[in-house]
Each structure stands twice: as structure tokens, then as C-alpha cells.
């Protein structure tokens, strides 16, 4: 089956289950999930909202699946700046209605690669400086 065959319910329980990896991923290394899939209505969804410290981390989190991409593929590329727009809109709704004016934002994109057998096979972590 290639990429494209994929139906769009398969493709939104991958990207769940990258999610839910990627926050497993987090709290094994000491931050606190705060919020999964938070959605602002006609604005945006923030995947990850975590916390450790005095720092508040939004994660956007991009999936492939070996067996469908080619060995040179990034999923972080598909972060535009249409998505980066939204992300900090979010994320200042977020801060707004849950009054968290103490910490500092770092924006994150993660990028995982998930086997056939939904097993991670590689993962990485930047900072989305530049949106």
C-alpha cells in the first residue's frame, strides 16, 4: 500500500499513537504532560503542551512510518509558517485561559519514525526557533 492509499482514519490513529509515544518519550525524562490534542476551534491544535521547571513546551509531533516514506524523509518539513502561525496563536489562548503567566514557551517539533510494528525506531527534537 503506498503513502497515498493510506485512509485518513489510519493516517489520524498513526499520528495518535506518535503522540501518545512521543509524551511516554517526555515523561520518562521528567516533564509533566499538561494537555494532548488541546484544540481551539477554528483556530488550531497544539499535540503536546509539557512542563518541566519554569518552562512551558508546545510539541508538534510528525510521524512517518518506514515502510511509507523514503530513507531521505523528514516529516519536519512539512512545519510552514502557516503552522507556526497557528501554534503561537494557540499557545497564547492556552497561557490566556489557563492564566499561566510564570513560565517561559519553547516551541519543539518532534519527529518520530515508527516501525510496522508501531515500534520506534528513531526520534529527534528541535526547537522551532525561527516560528
Given at each position: 500500500m503506498a503513502s497515498s492509499d493510506i485512509r485518513p482514519e489510519e493516517t489520524v490513529a498513526k499520528g495518535r499513537l506518535?503522540?501518545?509515544?512521543?509524551?511516554?518519550?517526555?515523561?520518562q525524562n521528567g516533564f509533566s504532560v499538561l494537555a494532548r490534542n488541546y484544540v481551539v476551534h477554528r483556530t488550531g491544535e497544539i499535540d503536546l503542551i509539557l512542563n518541566r521547571g519554569d518552562t512551558l513546551y508546545v510539541v508538534e509531533v510528525k510521524s512517518v512510518h518506514r515502510n511509507h516514506a523514503r530513507s531521505d524523509y523528514d516529516p519536519l518539513e512539512k512545519i510552514g509558517r502557516l503552522k507556526c502561525a497557528r501554534l503561537r496563536e494557540v499557545t497564547q489562548i492556552y497561557l490566556?485561559?489557563?492564566?499561566?503567566?510564570?513560565?517561559?514557551?519553547?516551541?519543539?517539533?518532534?519527529?518520530?519514525?515508527?516501525s510496522a510494528e508501531r515500534k520506534i525506531l528513531d526520534w529527534r527534537c528541535v526547537t522551532l526557533d525561527n516560528c
Open positions: 506518535a503522540e501518545r509515544l512521543t509524551a511516554d518519550l517526555f515523561r490566556s485561559r489557563h492564566r499561566l503567566t510564570q513560565f517561559y514557551v519553547q516551541l519543539l517539533a518532534v519527529s518520530i519514525h515508527l
